[in-house]
């Protein structure tokens, strides 16, 4: 029996020395792609002239620490409606600007990327959104029922088809939560759309407590979009939208010059309104 054991106990050493072997896995790196993040966003009330649209080439899944900016690319947008071109200036730093947007809701948009001897297209169409009508806090309706939430009130038009982005950042907090929502069922109606931080003690994730202040913006989306961002939201928790994730997304961008060389990012046109809340004792 003495020796049964020591043979055991032989072979659960060898067993779980053989786990320390370090093994070296190569992961094979895609090609870089143009990274677009063309996010034409019209703050209601505002004329929105000035708007800004960043180039990038994506990165290696494990470097998160490198941006690549593209420069001397060649970015336009123009109105379908009445063909008003829009040049994007290059900044030097992959941001490409202009001050003479003109937005008008329900037109449509193209934009034109000229880069590296390829050609990008993308089409979308200036989507409106409600104003919000009340903001206030409570507890009851979130996860954790001790937890303080912050409710945001608005009208949904009824003609159907409206989708939300929803944008929500604490003070102080390094990324906002992005949240997406539709219609489909409430069309018409009054919204209560709720939002809590669950708390999460290994990352040092705290939820709402007096004092805090969080912004909160909603912006009005398409339907293509709404089905873009809410992949996109998925896979990377709600938080960070142009970070690398393990699966690409596609968005609306196509290489007229090499389709298979397509891109990453999204070309969209969404009107949006802003306010903030700050909590208060209850």
């Not at 919000?132 to 954790?144: L, M, N, S, Y």
Request: glycine share 8%; aromatic share 12%.
């Amino acid at each position: 029996m003495k020796t049964l054991k020591e043979l055991l106990a032989l072979i659960i050493i060898i067993t779980f020395a053989s786990c320390e072997d370090i093994v070296d896995v190569e992961v094979q790196e895609g090609p870089k792609r143009l990274v677009v993040e063309a996010s034409l966003d019209w703050e209601k009330g505002t004329t929105g002239n000035v708007q800004t649209i960043k180039l990038s080439e994506s990165t290696p899944f494990f470097d998160t620490n490198t941006i690549s900016a593209v420069t001397g690319a060649n970015v336009v947008v123009t109105n379908l409606t009445n063909n008003e071109t829009f040049d994007f200036a290059d900044q030097g730093n992959g941001e490409y600007r202009t001050t003479t947007f003109n937005p008008v809701l329900g037109q449509s948009y193209s934009l034109r990327i000229e880069y590296n001897g390829e050609i990008y297209t993308a089409t979308e169409t200036m989507t409106g959104v409600t104003n919000i009508t009340d903001v206030f806090q409570a507890r009851e309706e979130g996860f954790d029922t001790d937890a303080l939430e912050v409710h945001v009130v608005f009208t949904d038009p009824i003609e159907e088809g409206n989708n939300y982005l929803f944008k929500f950042q604490r003070d102080g907090d390094l990324l906002p939560d992005l949240e997406v929502g539709e219609d489909e069922f409430v069309n018409g109606n009054e919204l209560d759309w709720w939002y809590e931080i669950e708390e999460n003690e290994e990352e040092n994730i705290t939820p709402f407590a007096p004092g805090d202040i969080v912004i909160i913006e909603m912006y009005g989306i398409s339907g293509a979009y709404y089905d873009y961002m809410k992949i996109l939201t998925a896979q990377l928790g709600g938080v960070g939208l142009f970070e690398t994730t393990p699966v690409a997304v596609k968005g609306n961008c196509i290489n007229e010059t090499n389709p298979e060389n397509y891109a990453f990012g999204y070309f969209r046109l969404t009107e949006f309104v802003r306010t903030s809340y700050t909590f208060v004792e209850d």
